[in-house]
């Protein structure tokens, strides 16, 4: 598994505008579609079902929002840093200024988990969040 292929430079985005989640899963949304020829709509209900299960704020200012999409053949992500850090209902309840979004296929199920918990585990140790 190599990051670098699934959140590409070309899919961060900075100074990203979102008042609130759900804006800010919206707004998600429309670049995944625009990066990922995918439909904007489907990957924002994905998005809102998997956040009422549970708040993908991690904490220390992360979220990382993830879902299944229909459409996605391989994972693939965004790197977001929001203009202004909002509440993201994190568990330790600090506001999130940086969102690293993961998307995946149903049949990617296995890479994804990998995927997802490289990428939690590089976001919480202390030398990432020094950089």
């Keep these: 598994m190599n990051l670098p292929n699934i959140i590409r430079p070309e899919h961060t985005f900075i100074g990203v505008s979102a008042p609130t989640k759900w804006r800010a899963l919206q707004t998600i949304s429309d670049k995944a579609a625009k990066a990922f020829s995918i439909d904007g709509q489907t990957v924002l209900k994905a998005l809102e079902a998997r956040e009422k299960l549970g708040s993908t704020g991690i904490g220390n200012g992360i979220a990382i929002p993830h879902a299944a999409v229909d459409g996605m053949t391989s994972p693939r992500g965004l790197l ?7 509440d993201f209902e994190a568990i330790d309840d600090i506001p999130t200024d940086i969102a690293v979004v993961l998307l995946f296929g149903e049949n990617n ?9 490289a990428i939690a585990r590089r976001l919480q140790s202390d030398a990432c969040l020094r950089h």
Excluded: D
């Design 80 to 86: 977001i840093r929001f203009a202004q850090p909002l």
């Design 109 to 117: 199920r296995g890479e994804y988990l990998n995927v997802l918990s």
